[in-house]
């Protein structure tokens, strides 16, 4: 079921032009902040570091000056001492008009004495702050490399999931969905109960898809402090033919529901009408939060 949620977002406002800075020739000469990407470094514990960080979000002492998509050379109109702070920016939902920086990622903070009509490069380098929780397991995430696989599949499925070596994004495994014409749904959760912060905290699912000929829907089943239980399907991932990283924003879901006790993450799909066959590859599932 579909809800409209209420809650502001966690997330910084959108913006659907990426370069704010603009610059009056009558203004003077700016100076230049170029930057190619920011790597992002994961520590142990953490899962991949395979984190791709599209933008750069710009301030001037303390001011915004605008989103960048990288790599990227950034006119400022500065003289003297200043401070520069590089945020990284993602796109949630895999929506490129839904570009926002990214609350758990480390900021690069420069302050330096700048000339005006000079280029200034830097290589910034991301972390997830100290504060950041990835409750998925001892490892925080499911890379499919240990073990078993951290879904159940519920009975109303008739395909299944598993670990696979036939399509990988990284590692040796990655999960496969696979469905055929009377293995043509399937449903899962899940196997773990994740208690989850409200009132607009950061909540947001990263994951590696690669879904070449059917749709994923992710979603949460909510177990309600009464113990009702309720369905939620959240985002509809359409079919793409290589693999994608998506980040998934659940803050207003999971903070729109104050008498939620817990949550488990669910993964749908159905096979398509006309084809004998479809698989679904993920890796590195984190779900992440502060």
Request: hydrophobic share 40%; proline share 5%.
């Amino acid at each position: 079921m579909r809800q409209r949620y209420l809650y502001f977002t966690f997330f910084l406002s959108t913006i659907f032009l990426l370069g704010c800075e603009v610059i009056n020739p009558d203004e003077g000469i700016p100076v230049i902040i170029k930057i190619d990407k920011i790597r992002f470094d994961s520590n142990p514990f953490q899962g991949t570091d395979s984190v791709p960080i599209q933008d750069v979000w710009v301030y001037l002492d303390g001011e915004i000056r605008g989103a960048y998509e990288l790599p990227a050379s950034i006119p400022l109109l500065m003289d003297g001492s200043h401070k520069i702070e590089l945020m990284p920016g993602i796109i949630l939902n895999g929506i490129a008009g839904t570009r926002s920086i990214s609350p758990f990622f480390t900021t690069t903070v420069v302050t330096a004495d700048f000339s005006p009509g000079q280029t200034y490069s830097y290589a910034p380098t991301s972390f997830y702050k100290s504060e950041v929780k990835l409750p998925w397991n001892n490892r925080g995430e499911e890379d499919f490399e240990i073990g078993g696989v951290s879904f159940d599949t519920l009975p109303q499925s008739s395909a299944g999931m598993s670990r696979s070596q036939e399509e990988v994004f990284e590692g040796n495994f990655s999960g496969c969905i696979s469905m055929n014409s009377t293995e043509n749904y399937f449903v899962a959760q899940s196997n773990t109960e994740f208690v989850l912060p409200k009132n607009g905290s950061g909540v947001v699912l990263e994951m590696h898809i690669k879904n070449p000929n059917a749709a994923l829907v992710v979603g949460m089943y909510i177990t309600l402090n009464d113990g009702t239980v309720i369905s939620v399907d959240h985002l509809t991932i359409n079919s793409g033919a290589e693999w994608r990283k998506l980040y998934i924003n659940f803050t207003e879901m999971v903070s729109y529901y104050t008498n939620a006790k817990n949550y488990r993450l669910t993964l749908k799909s159905g096979l398509p009408s006309g084809q004998v066959s479809a698989k679904i590859y993920i890796d590195n599932i984190k779900l992440v939060h502060f």
